[in-house]
C-alpha cells in the first residue's frame, strides 16, 4: 500500500502563489508516474500536471506558465508550484501517482487538499 499526504494548500489572492506537497509513504514499492489532478464543484476532475520517472512534464494548457511540478525521489515527494493564481483555479487538488508492489501497479490517490483563490 501506498499512502499519499498532501498539503500547502489553502486560501490566497489572486496573483499569489501556493506550492502543494505530497509525500508518499510504505513499504516495497515503486513509483513511476506523479501528478496533480484538480476536481471544483460540477466540473470534471482534470490533470494539471504529471511527471514521469525520467523527469518530464506535462501540464494542462490552463496551467502552463504558472505550475511548476517537480519531486524529489529520495524523499517520495511531489511538489506543485502554483504561480500567479486565478480564481478559476480554485480547486480540490489530488496527487497520485501510478505505484508499483509485488508485480501489481495500481494508482493511488491522495484525500486532497482545497485550494481556493479570491479575486
Known amino acids: 500500500q501506498v499512502q499519499l499526504v498532501e498539503s500547502g494548500g489553502g486560501l490566497v489572492q489572486a496573483g499569489g502563489s501556493l506550492r502543494l506537497s505530497c509525500a508518499a509513504s510504505?513499504?516495497?514499492?515503486?513509483?513511476?508516474?506523479m501528478a496533480w489532478s484538480r476536481q471544483a464543484p460540477g466540473k470534471q476532475r482534470e490533470v494539471v500536471a504529471r511527471?514521469?520517472?525520467?523527469?518530464?512534464?506535462n501540464y494542462a494548457d490552463s496551467v502552463k506558465g504558472r505550475f511548476t511540478i517537480s519531486r524529489d525521489n529520495a524523499k517520495n515527494t511531489v511538489y506543485l508550484q502554483m504561480n500567479s493564481l486565478k480564481p478559476e483555479d480554485t480547486a480540490v487538488y489530488y496527487c497520485?501517482?501510478?505505484?508499483?508492489?509485488?508485480?501489481?501497479?495500481?494508482?493511488?490517490w491522495g484525500q486532497g487538499t482545497q485550494v481556493t483563490v479570491s479575486s
Open positions: 497520485w501517482c501510478t505505484a508499483t508492489n509485488l508485480g501489481w501497479s495500481y494508482t493511488p
Open positions: 511527471i514521469n520517472s525520467d523527469g518530464s512534464t
Open positions: 510504505g513499504d516495497g514499492f515503486s513509483i513511476a508516474v
